[in-house]
């Protein structure tokens, strides 16, 4: 007898491969991590309601703002995400609307403004998207399927830390390309399962743990986006990974874990340069 409450949140591979997902050797608390054998989109046995639990647990009004000491390094990588769509696009700062789905509290939204983009979010968490709107933005909470925005609203619609925790990318991807003006640009900021982290860590990874990171339970590699891409009328017009980590934090004696990180340093550059790094970034641009 099986229980609404046991039914997995995904149970095909969320790409829409034919065929089974087989078990892979990454083991979770909720059961191994199962693998399409088409794309090799790795997915999350959790339940539907061990996701819908994890996602409440995440809701807070700080939501995804940086601490102090953290905030230096993410502006600095907001400011080149949004140089890079700008020279993408082709198109003057402030002439270019931007919609970030999956907003949070604004931590990007309050870059994409100060740097002189027209921002605007989509955040279905209740509490993280007062805090943005309460900063000024204009945010629709809910999904970005409930928004319903008129078709061509968009120059760029941007999803960090978002695409993993969707059970159906493909319906998100559509209407992200339905919102984008022709030749819009799709960013994705995301885990890469192909990275040397990945191979190295496993399980220890807690990017793929559920607990540490609510509701992440689809994992993508570049093969994957670019099925994605295919599957929803984009082309794949970048992807770039970077960072490698051998070690979370407290996993190890202070001084052992010190080294590793010094030699995980040493591989960032080789990691970038062979696609190997653990975030991944990917520009995908709608064709017509
Ligand atoms: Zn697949």
């Not at 999803?159 to 559509?174: G, K, R």
């Not at 743990?209 to 570049?222: A, L």
Request: glycine share 8%; aromatic share 6%.
């Amino acid at each position: 007898m099986t229980h609404e409450h046991d039914t997995p949140l995904i149970a095909s591979c969320p790409l829409g491969c034919e065929g089974t997902l087989a078990p892979t050797d990454i083991v979770l608390p909720e059961g191994p991590l199962m693998r399409c054998a088409r794309c090799g989109q790795l997915v999350s046995r959790a339940s539907v309601a061990r996701y819908e639990q994890s996602m409440a647990e995440f809701d807070d009004p700080r939501g995804t703002l940086p601490d102090a000491a953290a905030a230096p390094r993410r502006d600095k990588m907001s400011l080149r995400r949004l140089k890079l769509i700008e020279t993408m696009i082709g198109k003057p700062r402030g002439k270019i609307r931007l919609l970030d789905v999956g907003c949070s509290s604004g931590a990007f939204l309050r870059a994409a403004r100060a740097a002189g983009f027209a921002a605007e979010g989509v955040e279905p968490a209740p509490q993280a998207a007062r805090t943005a709107r309460a900063a000024g933005f204009a945010v629709f909470r809910g999904t970005l399927v409930e928004a319903a925005y008129p078709p061509h609203s968009f120059d760029a619609v941007t999803m960090f830390e978002v695409i993993e925790h969707l059970a159906d990318p493909l319906a998100v991807a559509a209407e992200c390309r339905r919102v984008l003006q022709p030749r819009g640009l799709l960013v994705i900021g995301t885990g890469n399962t192909a990275s040397w982290t990945a191979r190295v860590m496993k399980a220890r990874w807690e990017y793929l743990h559920i607990d540490r990171h609510g509701g992440h339970v689809s994992f993508y590699h570049p093969a994957s986006i670019r099925v994605l891409a295919q599957k929803t009328g984009f082309s794949v017009a970048r992807i770039a990974t970077r960072s490698v980590r051998f070690a979370e934090k407290g996993e190890l004696p202070a001084p052992l874990y010190a080294m590793l990180k010094v030699a995980s340093e040493l591989l960032n550059l080789p990691a970038r340069l062979a696609g190997r790094g653990h975030d991944m970034l990917a520009v995908l641009r709608k064709f017509d």
